[in-house]
């Protein structure tokens, strides 16, 4: 826990210093999970004020403080999800669709400008998002969620309020059809190698 | 077969640690904190609007009920005293001792007696 349980309550019983507090808190934490979850860097900020939105609206209805951050990441995903279902948009990078930020590390590539990192970075963000383009909004979060945000299964469970085997179910679902498509990228890489 | 899904598992767990480290998390903007209370404000105006236009139409609606419901019960009470229907009112005007039909006049002739 990034707060204690006192902030919350006193946060619950309408105390602005308080709610402040645990958003300075947590902001850093919500903006790389939305980072994680979205495609377009320049909304990360925008998804994650609506998380605290949310949140400043519902920490009514918390009912222990012990349930904050699963509570939190519940509606980190919920916003996510929203965005994600609003944007619908997929693995197809045309220069078109392309974000703001995505054009100028485009340009800075183009011009020799950026450095390795930079590029390599970009190519597993871009791998990454393509392979997630085989499963379903709800699925990617969840993948996320367990492999990159590291959340336990006892922690999901918290956040879906689902139990812990159709959970295992579902991930396991998730994950074999992105190593199809990891699978199948690879052989496609490998046959334009030899040809 | 099975050792090169292995591989693959491995490659993709390789590949999200990879993608964790690609997005750090972004550092929030100077404005992050404004436009979220401005945020807050705005849907808690928008809220507090709507309560109000919700309150003011369920006392117009209470007020409407009360309204009807006295409108009804006084019709109610006028409906079990029913007005008179023609024949009623009729019967009202000649009640049965004062009798409308009167016995022929027996004459008697003076002259007869003698």
């Known amino acids: ?195 | 077969m099975n050792s090169m899904r292995g591989s693959d598992e491995e490659k993709l767990d390789a590949l999200f640690r990879a993608y964790a480290r690609a997005c750090p998390a972004p550092e929030p903007s100077a404005n992050f904190m404004p436009n979220l209370w401005q945020r807050i404000e705005s849907r808690q105006s928008f809220t507090f609007s709507f309560h109000r236009m919700a309150n003011a139409f369920v006392t117009a609606a209470v007020a409407l009920s009360i309204g009807l419901g006295v409108y009804i019960s006084i019709l109610g009470s006028s409906l079990n005293s029913p007005s008179q229907t023609y024949l009623e009112a009729l019967a009202e005007a000649n009640p049965l001792d004062t009798p409308d039909i009167v016995a022929p006049v027996s004459l008697e002739m003076p002259d007869q007696a003698r």
């Open chain 1, 1 to 195: 826990m990034l707060v204690d349980f006192e902030l919350i309550r006193r946060a619950q019983k309408n105390d602005s210093a308080a709610f402040n507090e645990i958003v300075l808190a947590y902001r850093k934490r919500i903006l790389g999970t939305i980072n994680r979850l979205i495609t377009r860097p320049e909304d990360v900020e925008d998804v994650a004020q609506e998380v605290f939105v949310r949140l400043y609206f519902s920490l009514d209805q918390l009912r222990t403080a012990e349930v904050f951050e699963p509570w939190l990441h519940r509606l980190t995903v919920n916003a996510a999800y929203d965005y994600l279902r609003k944007q619908r948009r997929r693995h197809e990078y045309r220069m078109s669709d392309l974000s703001e930020q995505q054009v100028i590390l485009a340009d800075a590539v183009a011009g020799g400008k950026a450095d390795q990192d930079v590029q390599q970075q970009k190519k597993i963000r871009e791998s990454v998002d393509s392979l997630l383009g085989a499963v379903s909004e709800a699925d990617r979060i969840l993948l996320m969620l367990k492999e990159v945000e590291g959340l336990s299964l006892k922690e999901l469970e918290k956040v879906y309020k689902v139990n812990e085997n159709a959970l295992k179910v579902r991930l396991f679902r998730a994950r074999q059809r992105v190593l199809k498509a990891f699978g199948a990228a690879g052989k496609g890489a490998a046959e334009k190698k030899e040809s």
